[in-house]
């Protein structure tokens, strides 16, 4: 199921800004921030720490949100804006053979989940406090309120 990766995969992250999100499991609320970023976070098999590095410093340089003119010029560091990061195996779904998704590009849990602590530790260097997070490998309920709408498709390996 997991570690068949191709060379071309590397550590992805679907960026969303949020004015709120939260992550409950099993009815209760594990995690929440107000304004900034919700980050799910996939690993591949080939992911090293550098691509947790240079994902994280990527992420809280990005100039997504609002100045008092009203355009996209302030990063989470301008705001005081807070990360919630969610590991999601699901960014590497594959349905190329059919309509039921193979996850063979995900990194297996027992190296994804050192990386993912890698890539929060990154976060939290970069930005200078802490980041909350949702609880790796186990079965969320993750609430946002998308501000923008604002998604953004950041990749280690294309490093755009």
Same mark, same amino acid.
């Given at each position: ?18 004015? %709120?999100?939260? /992550? ?5 609320? +594990?995690?929440? +921030?107000?304004?900034?970023?919700? /980050?799910?976070?996939? $690993? ?14 990527? +992420?809280?340089?990005?100039? +997504? ?5 009203? @355009?996209?010029?302030?990063?989470? *560091?301008? $705001? *005081?804006?807070? /990360? ?23 990194? @297996?849990?027992?190296? @994804? ?6 890539? &929060?530790?990154?976060? %939290?260097? %970069?930005?200078?406090?802490? *980041? *909350? ?8 309920? &993750? @609430? ?17």
């Amino acid at each position: 199921m997991y570690g068949e990766a191709s060379h071309a995969d590397r550590m992805r992250a679907l960026v969303q800004r949020v004015s %709120e999100a939260s /992550v409950d499991l099993a009815g209760e609320r +594990i995690a929440s +921030i107000a304004a900034g970023l919700l /980050v799910f976070c996939g $690993i591949a098999p080939a992911d090293r720490p550098d691509d947790a590095q240079w994902l994280a410093r990527k +992420i809280v340089r990005l100039r +997504i949100f609002d100045d008092d003119a009203g @355009a996209m010029n302030r990063s989470l *560091v301008d $705001i *005081v804006g807070s /990360v919630l990061a969610v590991s999601q195996f699901t960014l590497y779904a594959s349905t190329r053979k059919g309509a039921r998704p193979s996850y063979g590009a995900a990194a @297996a849990p027992e190296s @994804a989940q050192p990386l993912f602590d890698t890539f &929060v530790a990154s976060l %939290e260097r %970069e930005l200078g406090r802490a *980041v *909350v997070r949702g609880r790796f490998g186990a079965h969320m309920q &993750v @609430a946002l309120v998308n501000d923008g709408p604002v998604t953004l498709w950041l990749d280690s390996n294309v490093r755009e």
